[in-house]
């Protein structure tokens, strides 16, 4: 395998100019225990954005209840088919369901951008179902677009959805991994992103006039977190979804059936800080490395590590770049794009042991092709 020697390291010693609440206590410990934290939701997963990198999980492709963070796709869903200042009226149905509400009432009427704060702030499922009649015709309809639209745009597959708000049904599931890649692909929406970080709103209906104080507490607790969204069923347990950012990194948590709120976040908390203070991100620049004979010299490549970690790295059969850490192992894979039909095991190109086994026409039919894509004389 090749050793790398990372461009540059984007935690330098600046980092410690600055103690957030969050990390508060924390910076001095870092190096000192690097043991993973321990975590009482039955499934997590701590992902780093700009490393696209799986820094701790368990049980993260366990199919789980969501509960109420199910409303970052009805959130999601809301903003990109209505406009903000659209009418919706509220139905008997959206009036009278169970939860977590704003108290609208039967036939009330109110913009679709008040009914998306009522949503996201206050997790309200009489707004949930307000919505998704209002942009499908009914609940069920919504449904089938929030699967489709989750399936087709977002790239998830162990997720099925039965409603906009999260009430428990038994066909209504999700993954912390499933569900990380949702707020993630959410959080790129700016107007979703404002949404998620707002702290509260002012609230007039016909019902009551009131502020809305969002429900995900350490939004409104550490300026580092900057949503997503919270929830609670008895079956589901409490679930948190939670975007961080601080000393330009940005990394994200999901948190299924904790035995409290008051649990999921301090799990939250402490992946958050194992996250930002046991792992540097690092940027590979490959423009040193020998050219890879057949394949583009890849970009430039981000990857957490553990701070001091030395990392090598190889292709595989599969045309990937697999990058490896001393400490963790195997940490990534970047797919390479190659531009000749060989696979090869190592930066050379050498031929593979089946590639040795092919007929003489054929081996010599392989160095011709690679002679006429890369003109490149040796193997």
């Known amino acids: 395998m090749k050793e790398l020697v990372p461009k540059f390291s984007i935690w330098g010693s600046l980092s410690i100019l600055f103690v957030s609440p969050l990390l508060s206590g924390f910076e ?18 701590l992902y780093d954005i700009n490393a696209e990198q799986v820094l701790h999980e368990h049980n993260s492709d366990e199919k789980m209840y969501p509960a109420s963070i199910t409303k970052i796709v009805t959130a999601l869903a809301a903003i990109e088919h209505t406009d903000s200042d659209e ?45 998704a009649e ?11 677009k929030m699967n489709r639209y989750l399936e087709e745009d977002v790239g998830v597959e162990n997720t099925h959805m039965t409603n906009p708000h999260g009430l428990y049904d038994e066909d209504h599931y999700t993954t912390a991994a499933d569900m990380a890649k949702i707020s993630e692909y959410a959080m790129e929406n700016d107007a979703f992103r404002e949404l ?79 996250g930002y203070n046991m792992f540097d991100i690092s940027v590979l620049d490959f423009s040193d490395e020998q050219p890879i004979l057949g394949y583009e010299d890849p970009d430039e490549l981000v990857v957490a590590k553990k701070e001091n970690e030395d990392l090598d790295w190889e292709i595989n059969s ?24 060989i696979n090869t095991v190592s930066s050379l190109n050498r031929p593979s042991p089946d590639e040795s086994a092919q007929s003489e026409s054929g081996f010599i039919k392989t160095l011709l092709d690679r002679f006429v894509a890369t003109g490149y004389y040796g193997f």
């Open 28 to 45: 001095a410990e870092k190096n000192q225990d690097e043991s993973i934290p321990n975590i009482d939701s039955e499934a997590h997963i």
């Open 87 to 131: 009418t919706v009226e509220v139905s008997h149905k959206a009036a009278n369901i169970n939860g977590s509400r704003v108290y609208l009432l039967e036939d009330e009427e109110m913009s679709a951008g008040q009914l998306i704060e009522g949503l996201m702030i206050a997790s309200g499922n009489d707004t949930a179902i307000a919505l």
């Open 134 to 144: 209002h942009i499908s015709g009914s609940v069920e309809q919504f449904a089938d």
């Open 196 to 274: 998620a970080e707002t702290e509260m709103v002012e609230w007039e209906s016909e019902e009551w006039d009131t502020n809305l104080f969002n429900h995900h507490d350490l939004v409104r607790e550490y300026d580092e977190i900057k949503g997503v969204k919270n929830g609670y069923t008895r079956k589901s347990g409490a679930t948190l979804a939670t975007f961080a950012e601080h000393d330009n990194r940005e990394l994200l948590t999901v948190t299924l059936n904790a035995p409290s709120g008051d649990i999921a976040q301090e799990d939250t908390k402490n992946l958050f800080r194992y």
């Open 318 to 341: 599969d045309s990937e770049l697999l990058v490896y850490g001393e400490e963790q192992g195997h940490i990534t894979s970047y797919p390479l794009k190659s531009y000749t039909p």
